[in-house]
C-alpha cells in the first residue's frame, strides 16, 4: 500500500499569506496520479488539483500543484478567508488508492 | 449540475446489516465508475470500495472485503453498498463520489453529502 505522508499536520497563517502543503509517498506514483481535496467542517471534500498539477473546474487559480516521483506540493498563493480548511491528497495510480492524513490549514 | 444525495445512514447494533443508497443526477451515471469513501469521525478519508461503469468490476478495501457489497442500477441511476456484519469500526459517514472516468486510473470529481452510520450498542 501506498502510505501518503502530509507535512505540516497544522499550518498556522494569516489571511494573504502563502501557504505551502507536502504530501509524500512511500513509493514513486506513476504518471502523477496525486490530486488535492479541500474539506470544510461538516461538508464533503472538494476537489482542488488533479494529475499533481492540473486545476479542477472553477478553482481559482491562485491554487497550484507541483511534484512528481513521491513529493507533491500544493501551494495557496495569497490566503483567503474561505481557505481555512482541511487539505489531503489522494494517490490513484496504485492500488489501493490511499488519502494522506490531511494538513490543516488554520487563521493565525 | 452534477448532484449525488446518500441516504440510508443510522444507528445499528455491532453484527447488524444496513444498506447505503446514492441516487446520482446531472451526469450520464452509466459513463463513470462509482465509489463509497469513509471518513471516521475526526479522522481522515478511507476509500471503501468502487465499481466500474457497466458494473463488471468491483474493488474493496481490505477491511470490508467480505462484510460490504458494492452495486449499481444504471437504469436508476442509482449505487448502493450493502454492508453486514458492522463493527464499531466501522461508524463513519460514508459519502458516494463520482470517479472521473468509467476506468482507472481516476479520481474523485464530485462527492456527495454523507450519510453517517453509527455502530454501537
Known amino acids: 500500500e501506498t502510505v501518503l505522508t502530509q507535512s505540516p499536520g497544522t499550518l498556522s497563517l494569516s489571511p494573504g499569506e502563502r501557504a505551502t502543503l507536502t504530501c509524500r509517498a512511500s513509493?514513486?506514483?506513476?504518471?502523477?496520479?496525486l490530486a488535492w481535496y479541500q474539506q470544510k467542517p461538516g461538508q464533503a471534500p472538494r476537489l482542488l488539483i488533479y494529475g499533481a498539477s492540473s486545476r479542477a473546474t472553477g478553482v481559482p487559480d491562485r491554487f497550484s500543484g507541483s511534484g512528481s516521483g513521491t513529493d507533491f506540493t500544493l501551494t495557496i498563493s495569497r490566503l483567503e478567508p474561505e481557505d481555512f480548511a482541511l487539505y489531503y491528497c489522494h494517490q490513484y495510480g496504485a492500488s489501493p488508492r490511499t488519502f494522506g492524513q490531511g494538513t490543516k490549514v488554520e487563521i493565525k | 449540475e452534477v448532484q449525488l444525495l446518500e441516504s440510508g445512514g443510522g444507528l445499528i447494533q455491532p453484527g447488524g446489516s444496513l444498506r447505503l443508497s446514492c441516487v446520482a443526477s446531472g451526469f450520464t451515471f452509466s459513463g463513470y465508475a462509482m465509489s463509497w469513501v469513509r471518513q471516521a469521525p475526526g479522522r481522515g478519508l478511507e476509500w471503501v470500495s468502487t465499481?466500474?461503469?457497466?458494473?463488471?468490476?468491483?474493488y474493496y478495501a481490505d477491511s470490508v472485503k467480505g462484510r460490504f457489497t458494492i452495486s449499481r442500477d444504471n437504469s436508476e441511476n442509482t449505487l448502493s453498498l450493502q454492508m453486514n456484519s458492522l463493527r464499531a469500526e466501522d461508524t463513519a459517514t460514508y459519502y458516494c463520489?463520482?470517479?472521473?472516468?468509467?476506468?482507472?486510473?481516476?479520481?474523485?470529481?464530485?462527492w456527495g453529502q454523507g450519510t453517517l452510520v453509527t455502530v454501537s450498542s
Open positions: 463520489a463520482k470517479a472521473s472516468s468509467g476506468s482507472r486510473p481516476y479520481y474523485f470529481d464530485c
Open positions: 513509493q514513486s506514483l506513476s504518471s502523477k496520479y
Open positions: 465499481m466500474t461503469d457497466n458494473g463488471r468490476s468491483t
